[in-house]
Every structure is written in structure tokens, then in C-alpha cells.
């Protein structure tokens, strides 16, 4: 989704923000702009495109000054188009403002109080900049522009603004609600961010903003202020990452480094969990698992697919029923609660609107949850009762790779904790980490199988039972989401049932079998799409091998952790295929990595 980048401080601003806005450019975007004030002169530019656009434009104007605000947009309301584009202006010139997040009741705002101001762009942060501009002309300070503005914009509204009044260039004015932001402090100067990874170039040292926060910042202090403008003070947190963990290094593209990243997130996570061979998880998070008669998993797209490999662990291990629900379907058709329900969020980055929705809800009933989340510090994290790390590093391609298997590794860690500690699960794991690089190791094959059988498909199936069901529509959407190739995935026994008449001459199917008990059907099933023409492929465990079978992989001892090998060949399948075509595999089309919007 969109990012926000700002700067004010002693050195020249441009290159802080064109590289914040690089970083920024993994969670997806459309067009992208900045605005720099040296307290002479002052720039706008806004392109449509790629980032590199708008840095041609820049490299050609001789633009100074030591403070300025920049944005990536992923377009919502109105085409990506350099008019939609942020920086807006209001109409006198005077205010510049980049905005995250969406005001729904922005038409009643244009209709009530700017029916008189011409508009340049269909977008709700016009709106926003517009009212400050005409506040401020009113005689309202600019502090005291903002504030208004914020107090007519509806609940459901969610924003973060950077604003810059031009009168005063080397100030940033900053407000909070529902979308990330946060201050980053330094000698030299503080950095605004939608993200943390967008200026750890610059500090690692960062300023929590909570919903209704405001604050000025300025580049040798910064000044917070709750939602009714009153100050106060907040201790800042070291954000404890590496940056270079977020550079791509010799790799063609981040979703390669983060597939082959697994083990060593894998193995991340043994060391964090483990003491002594045993899992440790918080007593209070233990206790409130235990006391719950239902768990429900919320989450969104890969993370929900995570989930439902969850269940599983904690029906199994735990004995309490588990329920998976999608988190857009979950906040407006909640089905009827148990009596003591507790609820865990699965999210690689915190920020997901339609689990924000959710968790909202819990929160007002009064329940008790846990988020399970890469990005710690984030929205879905805080609100939480309970917040527990993926410890992945940050994931920056779009497709999510690492983010899955560090969840499913989670999940198995809390659910074998709940059940008093599974003494073998350690040296499973620890196992499974080296398996994992085995089947990395095997790229080539799957390269090949892309290379011939993927690039000119036109849709394409995973088929499998019980976790290898669940797994399928992972497989799908990875392959769906990068190489746009229509790719379904399904219970093996149900294709039958209606959709094997879409298996034509060639049509690639590939059968996930991991499970013994339905190792037999599964291949059945595989049979009869072959004898339709499908061209048939097997991904199966090396002690259910037989010859003739394409991607064999290492046998997994306890069932409930082969999703995390067998996962590796289908996210390998589709990032070859989207490179074979010559996508760029990070960025596919329409996707954003974080979805800060309903
Ligand atoms: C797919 C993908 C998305 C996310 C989904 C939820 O590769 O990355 O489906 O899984 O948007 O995002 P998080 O996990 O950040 O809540």
C-alpha cells in the first residue's frame, strides 16, 4: 500500500527520501512524489510509475534543501494518474500533504465546506490538504488547521498525514489513526516513516505513534500531542534490525532471498523458542489458550492459508476445536461465538485493515487474543492482549514466502507449548531446517518444469488431501499472485465433482501427497485428470515415492510440519514462472504487500 517518507534535519533531504522510497517500494504502488522547500525555492514532482520514474525527473532539476516529504501511492480513490498522485497542495499554495489510508465520508467533507474550491484530483487526501488550506485561511493556526480537519473526518476514516506548511518548511506536522507511522530520531534529524525499514539508513531509533497521536516534528526535537492537543511525552524504542537484512545482495529478486531464507528463519526460531529442548511460551499466554473452549484463527491470504495448517496443530495437540476465517468475512458474518473463545491473528505485517476490523471487534466484546506477526511494534501487535514474533526479517516481495513457513513453525511451537511440551519437537524442527535447504537446493528441476510446462499455460491445478488440501491453495495463489497464470487449488477427491471439466490437453496439475493413508487416492485422482489430458506432476515425501515422480522430498517424521517442505517446490514453480515471463517477480501487478485498506 502507500508509503510516506519525510525528513527535516542538516543534511540535503533528497537522497534521505529517494531511498526511503525505495525501500517503500516492496509494499506496492502505482505513481510516487516529493516536495522539498529549501526556504527559497520549493519543487513538487509527481510521476506515475515506478519510483526510478520520478527519480529521472529529479536527477534532472537541481533541487536543495535539507527537509522534504515523499509518498508512494497505491491508487484507491481515483486512476494512478500525476494529478491523483501526493504530494496535493491546498489551492492558496500554501500546505503539502502525503496521506496513508482512506476518509470514507471525503465527498461530504468536499460537499459541506469546499463546494466553492476547485479541485485538482479525485483523491480524499485533496479533501484533506483543501480543508487545512481553508481552516488556516480562516485564521486558525496551522497546529490548529490539522486538528480540525481530523476532528470532521468519520471514525471509520483511517489516515497517516505528513504535512508541510510552506510558510514554516522545515516542520513537519504528523497525525495518526489506524495506518502506520512513526518518528525516527537522530543527531542529524528525524525522519517520519510509514514503515521502519524505509530509514534505518538513518536511524534505528523511533518514536511510537498510537491512534490520535499528533506531534511537530522539527529537525532537533519533536513534539507529541494526544488527540485533544494536549502534550505529552513518550520513550522512544530501538528497533533491533539489520539493514542489510533488507538488501537484496547478489539476488535477482527478494522473493528468491526469501525463499532460500526459510531454514535460517527456521532455525531463528529454535533459538528463540527453545530452552533446554523445550518449548517456552508465556505462562499468561498459555493460560489464556487453555481457558478458551474455541479458538478462532483470523487472518487474510497467505497468513489465512498459515491458519489453516494451524488448526490442525491445535485440534490435535491441544484437544480445543479451532475454527480458520478469513479476516474480510469474519468482521460483518461472525459466526455465533463460544462461550470462551480466544482469538489468534496471523499477519506477516500488523497492518492488515481487514484484520484490524476484526480485532477491533474482539477487543469491544471484550475477549482475549494473540496476534502472531512478523512486524513487531505494528497495529495488529499492540491491540493484541498477547503478541508473539515470526522473527523472519523483513519480507519485502509481495508473494509471501517466509513469512508462511515461519507462521506454520509458530503455530507448532504454541500449540506443542499449550500441550506441556513436546521433548522431540526441537529436533524436528531442527531437522527440518536442513531438509528445507535440500529441497532449496533443488531449484533447477523446478526451473525447468516452469520453463516448459507453466510459461504458456493458461491455468494450472494443485490437487492434494487433508494438510496437502490446505496447502493447495497456497500453492495457487503464489502461482496466481506472480506469474498470472489462472491456478486453482483443490481437495483431490472433489475435482470430480464438477471442476476436472476444466483439465484440457497440456493443462499442468500438480498432485501434493505427504500423508500415507491418502497417498493412494490422491495419485487416483492425479489419474484421472491425466487420462483428460492433463500433463501430471507429483510433489511427494521420499518415503511415498514411487519411480517416475517428479519432485520427491525428504520424508517429514511428524505429518503436521509437511506443509513446510512441501510448500518450497510450489513457491520455487511460481517464481520461475513469473521470471520466465519476465515479470517483475517482486512487484506483480495490482498487489500491494501491506493492505492497510478494507
Ligand atoms: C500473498 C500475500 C497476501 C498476504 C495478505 C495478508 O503472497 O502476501 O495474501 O498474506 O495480504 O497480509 P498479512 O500477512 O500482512 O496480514
Known amino acids: 500500500m502507500c508509503g510516506i517518507v519525510g525528513y527535516t534535519g542538516i543534511n540535503q533531504a533528497l537522497p534521505i527520501l529517494m531511498d526511503?522510497?525505495?525501500?517503500?517500494?516492496?509494499?506496492?504502488?502505482?505513481?510516487?512524489?516529493?516536495?522539498?522547500n529549501d526556504g527559497v525555492e520549493e519543487d513538487l514532482v509527481r510521476e506515475v510509475g515506478r519510483v526510478k520514474d520520478l527519480e529521472a525527473v529529479v536527477d534532472k532539476m537541481e533541487i536543495k534543501g535539507t527537509a522534504g516529504i515523499a509518498h508512494t501511492r497505491w491508487a484507491t480513490h481515483g486512476?494512478?494518474?500525476v494529478n491523483n498522485a501526493h504530494p496535493h497542495k491546498s489551492n492558496d499554495g500554501r500546505y503539502y500533504l502525503v496521506h496513508n489510508g482512506v476518509i470514507e465520508n471525503f465527498k461530504e467533507l468536499r460537499e459541506e465546506y469546499l463546494s466553492d474550491i476547485e479541485m485538482h484530483s479525485d483523491t480524499d487526501t485533496e479533501v484533506a490538504v483543501q480543508l487545512i488550506g481553508k481552516f488556516a485561511q480562516e485564521g486558525f493556526s496551522t497546529f490548529d488547521a490539522l486538528r480540525l480537519m481530523l476532528s470532521k473526518l468519520d471514525e471509520n476514516s483511517a489516515y497517516g498525514f505528513l504535512l508541510v506548511d510552506s510558510k514554516e518548511p522545515d516542520m513537519m506536522y504528523v497525525a495518526k489513526s489506524k495506518s502506520p507511522l512513526l518518528i525516527g530520531l537522530s543527531e542529524d534529524g528525524n525522519v517520519v516513516a510509514s514503515d521502519a525499514t524505509a530509514v534505518l539508513n538513518v536511524t534505528n531509533t523511533f518514536l511510537e505513534l498510537h491512534d490520535g497521536d499528533i506531534a511537530v516534528v522539527e529537525k532537533d526535537k519533536v513534539t507529541l500531542f494526544d488527540k485533544d492537543g494536549k502534550q505529552f511525552e513518550r520513550e522512544p524504542f530501538i528497533l533491533d534490525i539489520d539493514p542489510s537484512q533488507a538488501e537484496k545482495g547478489t539476488y535477482p529478486f527478494y522473493m528468491l532471498k526469501e525463499i532460500d531464507e526459510q531454514a535460517i528463519v527456521t532455525r531463528n526460531l529454535i533459538e528463540h523458542y527453545f530452552i533446554d529442548g523445550m518449548p517456552q511460551i508465556d505462562q499468561p499466554i498459555v493460560d489464556a489458550i487453555k481457558y478458551a473452549d474455541r479458538l478462532y484463527i483470523v487472518a487474510a491470504g497467505t497468513s489465512y492459508h498459515a491458519g489453516l495448517q494451524g488448526r490442525r496443530m491445535f485440534e490435535e495437540l491441544v484437544g480445543i476445536p479451532t475454527e480458520v476465517h478469513i479476516s474480510s468475512e469474519f468482521a460483518y458474518d461472525m459466526p455465533l461465538l463460544s462461550k470462551k473463545p480466544f482469538f489468534i491473528f496471523l499477519s506477516q505485517s500488523g497492518e492488515t485493515a481487514d484484520?484490524?476490523?476484526?480485532?477491533?471487534?474482539?477487543?469491544?466484546?471484550?475477549?482475549?487474543?494473540?496476534?502472531?506477526?512478523?512486524?513487531?511494534?505494528?497495529?495488529?501487535?499492540?491491540?493484541?492482549?498477547?503478541?508473539?514474533?515470526?522473527?523472519?526479517?523483513?519480507?519485502?516481495?509481495v508473494a509471501s514466502t517466509k513469512a508462511f513457513t515461519s507462521q506454520i513453525v509458530v503455530e507448532m511451537i504454541l500449540a506443542s507449548a499449550i500441550a506441556g511440551g513436546q521433548t522431540e519437537l526441537q529436533d524436528q524442527l531442527s531437522k527440518l531446517a536442513v531438509d528445507m535447504q535440500v529441497v532449496i537446493d533443488a531449484k533447477d528441476k523446478l526451473k525447468e518444469i516452469a520453463d516448459k510446462y507453466l510459461l504458456n499455460a493458461k491455468n494450472a491445478f494443485y490437487i492434494g488431501r487433508g494438510a496437502d488440501a490446505d496447502l493447495t491453495v497456497e500453492a495457487a495463489l503464489k502461482l496466481k499472485e506472480i506469474s498470472y497464470v489462472q491456478a486453482e487449488g483443490f481437495a483431490a477427491g472433489e475435482l470430480k465433482h464438477g471442476t476436472i471439466s476444466l483439465i484440457e490437453d497440456g493443462t499442468p496439475v500438480f498432485a501434493i501427497i505427504t500423508n500415507k493413508s491418502t497417498a493412494g487416492l490422491t495419485r487416483s485422482n492425479l489419474m484421472e485428470t491425466e487420462a483428460r489430458g492433463a500433463k501430471a506432476f507429483t510433489i511427494v515425501t521420499s518415503d511415498l515415492a514411487k519411480s517416475g515422480d517428479d519432485i520427491v522430498i525428504p520424508a517429514v517424521e511428524n505429518p503436521l510440519l509437511s506443509p513446510l517442505l512441501a510448500v518450497i517446490p510450489t513457491q520455487l514453480l511460481a517464481y520461475y514462472t513469473s521470471?520466465?515471463?519476465?515479470?517483475?517477480?517482486?512487484?506483480?501487478?495490482?498487489?500491494?504487500?501491506?493492505?492497510t485498506v478494507q
Open 20 to 36: 526511503g522510497l525505495e525501500k517503500l517500494e516492496y509494499r506496492g504502488y502505482d505513481s510516487a512524489g516529493v516536495y522539498m
Open 79 to 81: 486512476k494512478p494518474t
Open 355 to 397: 484484520s484490524r476490523e476484526v480485532l477491533e471487534r474482539v477487543n469491544k466484546l471484550g475477549y482475549k487474543s494473540l496476534t502472531i506477526a512478523n512486524v513487531m511494534n505494528s497495529t495488529l501487535t499492540r491491540e493484541a492482549t498477547f503478541s508473539l514474533p515470526l522473527l523472519a526479517g523483513p519480507e519485502v516481495s
Open 579 to 595: 521470471l520466465g515471463k519476465g515479470f517483475d517477480v517482486d512487484h506483480p501487478r495490482n498487489l500491494a504487500k501491506s493492505v
